[in-house]
Each structure stands twice: as C-alpha cells, then as structure tokens.
C-alpha cells in the first residue's frame, strides 16, 4: 500500500506521464543537439574547466582581433589549473597566436561561442527573431521576446532601448498576427488572448534606476514606459514586466502598480509582472498584489520563476553583511515555488499563472493543484527558455498545455553574459536539467517532494556550512543602510527634518571632556544652498589650544595606567552611541559637508567599524609577547606615547576624525581633536558622542581656525604625536615642524599624514566598457571627486579610446546633480567657496593644455549653492597640469596609452602612490599590473573608492602619506612605543622551571 498522499500520487501521475513522452525523443547520435550533449557532460565533469571556459565565453565580446582571442584562450585554458587534458593543453599553447593558424584558432573560438549562443539567443536582430519566433510557432509554442544588450548607464542608450521597444511593439503585430492560429497558444479559457508578448526590464529605461530614490526613479522609467505600453495596448498585445536583482524589486512592483492605477491603463488586463520563488518576500508580495489587483478591478498575470540571481544575491549579501534575502537551500525554493503556485491558481480569476521552470516535479506539482481545484486548462501557462529543455517543452505540447518560450534576442557576442547564466543553470550540481537529462537520476528522486528531499539530505549527513558573516569572535564591518527597503529610506527623510529644526545652535570648544566659554564665532552654512546657515561654532583660541595641550598631559598618565580593556570598551561605547544615533548623524553629513545619502551613511558607518576593529585589535596587539630563556625572563609590550593631536579632514567628516581619535585612545594615549573648519559641527556632534559614552577627560575638541591655533598644537614640546589627513602642503609643513626638537623638548615626535593623491584607472583593450565607464564613472564623480582615493586620470588603451570615452560623455551627461539631501543626488555641490574658486582655476589651468570635452551645464544650480559640474578633459599629456597635480574636484583627464607599457608608465608618473585600478580581461595583464602600478590600494575591475576597514586597509606612499593604514593590522603600532624587561631570574644557581 502506498504511503504517499493522494496529491503526492497526483503529482507523480503527471510526472511519469511527461517523462515517458520525453524518454520517446532521444537524441540522434552525432547531431548537433548530440555535440552540444557531450561538451555539456564534459564540462560537468571538471568544474575547473568549466569555471575557466565560461570564463573565457564572457570575455570573448570584448576582444577585436584573431591574436587576443588566442591568446586568451590560452590564458584561460593553457595553465595546468585550468583542468583541460594535458594532451589539449600541449597542442594549444604550441599554436601561435598569430598567422594563419592564429586566426583559425580565434575563428574556431569565435564560431564555437556563437553556436552556443544560437542555442540560446533567438537572433542578432528583430528579422532573425522573427524568424526564431515562427518555428517555435510551428511547434505550438508561445513567445515572448526580451531584448539584450550592454547595460543602460546613460540617458541616450535609453533612449536607445525605448526604441527597441518600439520597433517591436510596432514591428511584431503585422507577422504575427497573419501567422494560423494555434489555439492552444492563441487562445485561454475565455477567449482570444495576445499573440505578441514582449518582456520589459525597466532598469534599462532609466540610466539612473536606483531604489533609493523611488519617486524620481518611477517618474523617469514612466516617461520612457507610458508610450510603449500605449501602442502596445492599441495594438492588442501583451506586456510583461521582469523582474531583476532584489534591491529593485520593490521599485519595479512599485512602478507595476503605478502605470496600471493611471487611467489610460487601468483597464487593461494584458500586463504581468515577473515574481521570484527564490526570495522569502515572496509569498508576502504575491498576497499585497493580489489584493492590489481586487482593488484596482482588473487582471493581471504573474510569471512565477525561481529567480536568475541567486548567486548575485547571496554575494553582494556576504559582502554587506546584510539579510540574505533569498533562500539558502534549493529545495526551499522549490518548495516555495510550489506554495506560490498553488496560491496562484486558488486566485487565477484576478492573477493569470504562468509557471516559468523546467522542472518536472515543479511542472507536475501544478497540474495535479490545478487538476485538484479544476482550473480550467486554459486559464494558466508554463514558460521555459529558448534553447532549453526542447523535449520537455514537445511533452507539455502533447498534454495540450499552452508553452510560452522566454525568446532573448540580441548581438550574439554581446550577448555572452545571458548565455553564461544559461551554461551555469544547465550545470549547476542543483540543476534539475542535468539531474534528469545527464546524470541518470531515477524518477522517483526526482518527483520527491523538496521538503522530503531535504529530509533526506539532512539524514544523510549534507548540510549546509556555515557562513563567513556566522564565525564568532571575528570582527564584521558595520553593514551599510539598505536604501532598496522602505523604513530606511523613511528613517533618514525623518533624520533630515528632524536635523533641519536644529540649524540655530551654537557649538563651543572643550577642555578636559568640558565645555569652555567661546570669543570668536564663525557660521556653518550648507554648501547645497550657500545661503542656509546651520549654527555657529565659536574659533578656539591659541590660549585655549594651550590649555587642552596641559589638560591632555596632565591626564596622561591615569589614562595610561588604565587597564586595556577598559579602554577598548569605551571604544565600544563610543561605536553604541554612534549606531543609537545613526540617523541624526547621517543628515549633518549631508548637511555640512553634501554628502548624498549613500556617502553620509558610508561615513558613519566606518566611524563605527574603526571603534569596533580597533577595540579588537588591540586587545590582541597588547598582550606581552615573552621571549624566555632558562634563567631570564624576556617581555615585549608597548606603552602609549603621550599627548596626541588629530588634525581631522573635512571630506569624510566623521569617518577620518573618529578613526584617527579613537586610535590614539585605545591604545593610551590623551587627544585633542581639531576638526576641519568646514565639518566642525559633524566634530560637536562627536564631542557629543564621546560625552555620552562617558569617556573621561582625555579628550579636548578645540574648532578653530588652522593658520590661528595649527602652530601652537603642531610645534608645542608636550605634544608627543601629530595624526594628520589632509592637503599635501598642509602636511609637508606639519612634518617639517614636528621635526623640530627645542631643548625643552625630550622626544622626537611621531607624525602620521595621509596626503592625498593622483589617482589612475587604467582601461585595457579587452576591459569590459559597461564595467569600466561605471567604475571610473563612480570613482570620478562620486561626492564631486573631494576624496583622496578619487579618480583623476583615466588611462585607456587606444583600440578602445573613442569608445569609452564616448560612453563616458554620455554617462556624465546622464547623472543627477542636485542638493545633497535629494535621495537621487548623483552627485552634489563640493565643499565652499573656496574649493570651488580653486577647482575653476584648475579647470582654466586644464584648458589651456588640453581639450575640454564636456562640461555640464548647472542652470539655476550654479549660483544656488557650490556646484562645479563634472568636466573631462581629452587628448591630455602625461606632464600637463591636470595630470599630475591634485584636485580634489569633479575633474577627469582622460589619456590615451599605447599599450601596457605605456599605461603603466603613465599611470606611476606622478610624485603620489595613493590608490589605483586596473579594467581588463587578462590574466596575465591583471598580474603584471598587482606587481608593477606603484599604488597603496589598487582595485581590480571595479571602482577605486570605498575602502572598507580590515578588509582593504587604505593608504599610500611616496608623497600620498607618511605611515602605515589606517583599518589595517599595524596601524596601531604608530600610536605606541615597544619596550623589552629583561628580568635575570637566576638566585644562587637557582633558577625557576621554563612554564611549556
């Protein structure tokens, strides 16, 4: 007798059934179909090989001639740990990349990649699409049709994209409509239905999309969405919205919900939208949406997949060390999907199913629901990839069930990162595909309820390991604000108005953890809006500088005697505080010193990771080292160095200052903090923080003019120690003074100086240009380039130059200049009057050189606040102005190399060694550059800014700075003195055993 439920025989039933109509479609011996199923077993069998081949398939798009694409090839498959045969890998790597045999082995290369890509791409062009789309018809099956191409990053390529839409909305309808009927496809329960389905990915209508800024973004996805969803409506067909990464989900349900509430569309029922069984909102969005669809008074459809982003997501989790949002186990998932689809079809009169998988078990679980609740057949569909699964899809045709194929079209090489994402589903070790078509799996194994199944696995002894972010013990950087979530966003707007009722407060000097009386006072305004004050802050005194210099020394030495860990949990303390009052501090970042959003948080953020990571590190770096003997005793350990002066930046105005304080803290020493006179409230604010943390009075916080208390705090005989971020000048003439050892001094004082520098990104030839124009997109432009690891010189490889700096015009042409308190500010006003007179000047210095090629227009900005718009320079010489001095603005100076050589060379010709990066696709260029870019942080294909604390220590060399980096390991160890006791243990021949 049977032990399965009457719905798990159900499902089973329908199982068999498609797989017996599937085992009656073998392939033929030494078809293409054949080939394909042979290097796909191949493949399977060496992850290695496979890691590395998918890798090479993804670069092939970005290569221009027949020696690049041999050469990396060999790079990629010529190396022993590669994982290709010993035999193979001898014949490839003894072909020459050049000559006739050269271009055979790239065309070869090239053919092969396309073939794949013809698996699963319809076509290069709307023609070839159509044409794909009319054999599927022949087979019965259904269509939509999605568009590929490179990422939408500025507002032309939208424009762009708004067209391609059009042209198919436009061009579909008078082939498709002309073609015979097919019933099963053309119709459902009700009727006639449309025969042209188009999915939309609203990201690629908006250069700009972010979920941070949901009204602006809606606002400029709908202006490019209404019209095409308008002649699509006029011309009776179907629009499906897909869904991407998880932070844009909400702003795409978001965006859903909007255009169908407006009037022109609320009646239509021939929209969908794409929803993710892989993500735990899942079930939560499906109930809100169907609710959403009774209120709104029409049907919608719901394409239910598992969702093409798990390892995207699981990732940039790990990295942020945020909620993974999606399921962690692939039955969860699957069990998801089948909860999903079985709410779907209870509700199929308001939400219209369309089941997107390939699994047979998932497939089977629907139609026994469907059979159980009698959904009429018709009133639902499956969906599945072009180029996947074709037996399956002939099966689910016998059944008379209605197949819509998920029909991509597009450049094929451009199209390469689509068809990996198809070669890693085919072969993943949870693919269903090649469980059942490749590895033989027995069909009850595979129809097994996923909840069973993971009981299974877990009674056979596989579990899941655990994560990085789940290691006890272990410092994590304090995770940044998830923007995509609504009460975050709801936090920091409420942060800001709250923030705005505080801009009449005066902010005084403390002594000894006091506050004392003020002579001098000075405004803080809003570089935003130059003419909103935001308080006042009264300008120490060199008296007063003297008096915090004697209360610091006075308090050293009880400072200094207090136990390590005491002081490590007053850093603890401080970084509790700081969380508790996130918020608040974010929105005088934004405030005082413009910073957008994302960059306020940031700073914040890395105010607290530099308590917690130095509390931790501390406490081990203190612990005596003992280095005994028989006979003698030997201890190592540190002493702190006295009175310190943190002389703090203005451009991360919390980050820098807390960092370089609480350094000089934990390990003993006393402080006096000077802020930057621009962020001197953002320095009250901390003063606030270290009074709340009950810090005793070893602290002073001294605003105040640089030029009037600078000389007392640098060249007093009692300061031991001077911690410095700032302009190279500045901290030259620091280091200068600081040398200087009057006789009433007895040390020679430490200084640490973070000065700055010239920073590259080299582009090569086979660099990825959507990954590289946003890397140095970002790097360039991000907070208007007013950071010390900013990108200033792009070095691009000649073959490419044109093209990116073409895309590079139009992507800074596309960005959001705005107040720093709009949340879609790409980018904001730089600091004050000053910064701006000086960056100009810069800028004139620039065009006298070179060749100015864009420069953005402000409007009504220019005189509202300090706004320098972005400005890139071209045909810029590697001795010009603009490519060796610091600007500390949103200036790009865009350079043209020969080859590596070149760009290398150009890349370390300046007197700074601050941070660096590097775009390409070659392994080989990537090692040759980690060893030769002369740079204290370089970056591999990715933006050069937003270090992170332990994770990339940041500082340079040569003229960039004097002392090690700060968040790294021996950071520390510049704010102490190492001292050895030798004790001689020996008593009359005596002496103590050594303890193991």
Known sequence: ?????????????????????????????????????????????????????????????????????????????????????????????????????????????????????????????????????????????????DLLGEATITEAEADGVQKQYFDLVEGLPGVINNLPEIPCVDRNHLGPIPRVNISVKLSSLFSQFDPIDPVGTTRSVLKRLRPIM???????????????????????????????????????????????????????????????TRKRGTPIAVRLVKGAYWDYETVIAAQQDWPVPVWTEKWQSDACFERCGRFLLQNYNWIAPAFGSHNVRSISTMLAVAEELGVPKGAYEFQMLYGMADEFKDAMVELGQRIRIYTPYGQLLPGMAYLVRRLLENTSNDSFLRASFRENT??????????????????????????????????????????????????????????????????????????????????????????????????????QAEEAIASAKKNYPAWRDTPAAKRAEYLRKIADVMRKRRWELSAWAVYETAKPWREADADIAEAIDFCDYYAELFLKMVKPKRMDVPGEENSYFYEPRGVAVVIAPWNFPLAIMCGMTVAALVTGNTVIIKPAEQSTIIGAKFAEVLKEAELPPVWSFLPGIGEEI????????????????????????????????????????????????????????????????????????????????????????????????????????????????????????????DAKKRILAMIAKGKSQSLLVYAADLGALADQGHYVGPHIFADVHETDVIAQEEIFGPVLAVMKAKNLDHALQIANGTRYALTGGIFSRSPSTLERVKKEFRVGNLYVNRKITGALVERQPFGGFKLSGIGSKAGGPDYLLQFVIPRVITENTMRRGFAPTLES
């Not at 013809?118 to 062009?125: L, M």
């Not at 909007?258 to 079930?283: C, M, S």
């Not at 899941?464 to 609504?486: I, Q």
């Open 1 to 145: 007798m049977s032990s399965l439920t009457v719905e798990e025989e159900r499902i089973r039933r329908y199982g068999r059934e498609i797989f017996a109509r599937m085992d009656r479609r073998n392939i033929v011996p030494f078809s293409p179909a054949w080939f394909d199923d042979v290097l796909m077993n191949t493949t399977m069998q060496a992850e290695k090989l496979k890691v590395q081949l998918f890798r090479f398939i993804d670069t092939l798009p970005l290569l221009k001639d027949s020696k690049t694409v041999a050469d990396h090839l060999k790079e990629y498959l010529g190396t022993t740990e590669s994982g290709l045969p010993g035999i193979a890998r001898h014949f490839l790597n003894r072909l020459p990349g050049e000559g006739w045999a050269g271009t055979l082995l790239a065309k070869t290369a090239k053919n092969n990649a396309e073939h794949m890509a013809r698996k699963f791409i319809a076509g290069s062009n709307v023609q070839e699409a159509i044409s794909a789309i009319k054999q599927l018809r022949n087979r019965k099956y259904g269509f939509t049709i």
């Open 442 to 543: 027995t069909e009850d194994k595979l129809l097994m309820n996923p909840v069973h199944k993971a009981q299974a696995n877990t009674t056979n002894g596989t579990t899941a390991a655990p994560s990085h972010s789940e290691k006890p013990g272990k410092f994590k950087n304090e995770p940044l604000a998830e923007y995509h979530r609504e009460f975050n966003r709801d936090a920091m707007s409420h942060a800001l108005a709250e923030v705005a009722k505080q801009l009449d407060r005066d902010y005084v000097p403390f002594i000894g953890g006091q506050a004392v009386a003020a002579e001098k006072w000075q405004d803080a305004t809003n570089p935003s809006q130059s003419s909103q004050k935001l308080g006042r802050w009264a300008a120490s005194t060199p008296k």
């Open 230 to 292: 308008s002649k699509a409506m006029s011309r009776g067909e179907f629009i499906n919205f897909d869904m991407e990464q998880y932070s844009f989900k909400d702003t795409t349900l978001h965006i859903f919900k909007t255009v169908l509430e407006e009037p022109e569309f609320r009646n239509w029922p021939h929209v969908g939208i794409a929803i993710q069984a892989y993500l735990k909102d899942t079930e939560k969005d499906l109930q809100e949406l169907l609710e959403w």
């Open 710 to 833: 600078g000389p007392t705090l640098v060249q007093s005989p009692d300061v031991d120690l001077i911690v410095f971020t700032g302009s190279q000048q500045v901290g030259l003439w620091i280091n200068e003074n600081a040398a200087k050892t009057p006789p009433v001094q007895h040390h020679v004082k430490r200084v640490i100086a973070e000065l700055g520098g010239k920073n590259a990104a080299i582009v090569d030839a086979d660099a990825d240009l959507d990954e590289a124009v946003k890397g140095v997109l970002d790097s360039a432009f991000g907070y208007s380039g007013q950071k010390c690891s900013a990108c200033s010189r792009a070095i691009v490889h000649e073959s490419i130059h044109d093209q990116f700096l073409h895309r590079l015009i139009e992507a800074a042409k596309s960005l959001t200049i705005s107040p720093a308190s709009d949340p879609g500010c790409s980018m904001g006003p730089v600091i004050d009057a």
